[in-house]
């Protein structure tokens, strides 16, 4: 785990006021390696994971090298990584944690909450994720992309059951 000392000195975060960011120079996408780095990033999850990533950086040799792995084969395959990016991902913009947060609180907030969350999720799994696996399936990759695909075929194919349900409601 990288300390706040070291973080601050190496630029890591966006600075916290808007004095130190006048001193630093840049905006708040160009004047930390956060800033960078997350600028891509198409959903709130992406951005979030990006920060963990930063916070708790990988030691293991096997799983650095697997997500370096995971990067070159979709710069490789760059037409089915900007259709995801642009088509799959794009869709996403509901925030799957504070989603998955609202339903696991359903009995200790409002019924119009709740069947908005349920209702977002169904078309997350009804119309998002069938996309997105869609764009997955034209990539040719292995390791931790082919375990992540296979992840995210089986999530598609055990909400179906779900859909159904809210279909027939």
């Not at 630029?11 to 891509?40: C, D, F, K, M, R």
């Not at 989603?99 to 609180?105: E, I, N, V, Y």
Request: charged content about 20%; proline content about 3%; glycine content about 4%.
């Amino acid at each position: 785990r990288l300390d706040q000392t070291a973080a601050d000195a190496m630029h890591v975060w966006p600075p916290a006021n808007a004095a130190q960011q006048y001193e630093i120079g840049g905006n708040a996408h160009t004047n930390s390696i956060y800033g960078v780095l997350s600028q891509p990033c198409q959903t709130a999850a992406g951005k979030s994971l990006m920060k963990d990533w930063l916070r708790q950086p990988v030691v293991d040799l096997n799983e650095l090298t697997a997500r370096h792995d995971a990067v070159e084969a979709l710069v490789q395959q760059s037409a089915t990584r900007d259709a995801i990016r642009s088509d799959a991902l794009r869709l996403f913009n509901v925030d799957l944690h504070t989603l998955a947060q609202t339903l696991s609180q359903a009995e200790n907030i409002a019924v119009r909450k709740s069947l908005a969350a349920l209702y977002n999720l169904y078309l997350v799994a009804a119309q998002k994720l069938p996309l997105l696996n869609e764009h997955l399936a034209n990539l040719q990759v292995g390791g931790m992309l082919a375990e992540m695909i296979e992840n995210f075929a089986v999530i598609e194919h055990d909400m179906k059951k779900s859909i159904e349900l809210v279909e027939q409601v």
